[in-house]
């Protein structure tokens, strides 16, 4: 059975100081691994997708990489704006239709 | 751009009583899911639909549950005999057949 296992739960940050999330995964076959933002009371917001051990994807101060266990989510002069709670979801090989299994989330709290 | 939607945004009722939600997915997307989030846990997978067909529907989704995708559009979520362990956020996706899967703003469901 599929495990997404996300660390820390909860993440204290300075505006400005740098660090990372993880999510390591058990899975068969990877299909892809995915990134989501998700706000209070509201539904996750797509950020990346990540199909192969290796791959990098950026967008403004967020870089996630990709390797066989596990995933980071690099944060890079996080702004307050940034607080928020990231998912991380894989898909697996073989399973017709592609539903996403979910990590707990980290909760990330960036202070001005 | 006309995302997913999700109707109502909130529903209160009362223990035993049923209740419908509805999603409106983006309109070129013809796959549908349905997952549910509890406080400070990460999405679970309940449904799937392929345009009109149900092809996957995952062991939390009770008998009292049933989902309809009528002519492979929006589709309903209904629960029936309401319990206080169903009261959760109800979240829409879609998806194309391959691709990442947006999210709608879900549901909030309480059972009093």
């Known amino acids: 059975e599929d495990q997404v296992t996300q660390s820390p739960e909860a993440l204290r940050l300075q505006e400005g100081e740098s660090s990372s999330l993880n999510c390591s995964y058990t899975?068969?076959?990877?299909?892809?691994l995915f990134w989501y933002r998700q706000d209070p009371g509201k539904g996750p917001e797509f950020l990346f997708t990540l199909y192969s051990a290796g791959e990098e994807k950026e967008k403004e101060r967020l870089k996630a990489t990709l390797t066989k266990k596990e995933s980071f989510l690099h944060i890079t002069a996080p702004k307050p704006e940034d607080s928020a709670t990231y998912l991380c979801a894989v898909q697996e090989w073989g399973n017709a239709g592609n539903m996403l299994t979910f990590g707990g989330g980290t909760r990330l709290m960036v202070k001005p | 751009d006309t995302g997913v939607s999700q109707d109502p945004r909130h529903k209160i009722t009362k223990r035993g009583q049923n209740v419908t939600f509805r999603c409106d997915p983006i309109s070129e997307h013809n796959r549908l899911y349905w997952y549910r989030q509890t406080l400070g846990q990460g999405p679970e997978f309940l449904t799937y639909?392929?345009?009109?067909?149900?092809?996957?529907k995952s062991r939390l989704l009770s008998d009292r549950f049933s989902a309809e995708r009528p002519k492979g559009s929006f589709s309903t979520l209904e629960i029936q005999r309401t319990e206080q362990g169903d009261s959760a956020m109800y979240l829409c996706a879609s998806s194309p057949d391959r691709g990442e899967q947006y999210f709608g703003p879900g549901t909030r469901l309480t059972v009093t």
């Open positions: 899975v068969s076959g990877l299909r892809g």
């Open positions: 639909f392929q345009n009109e067909a149900q092809l996957e």
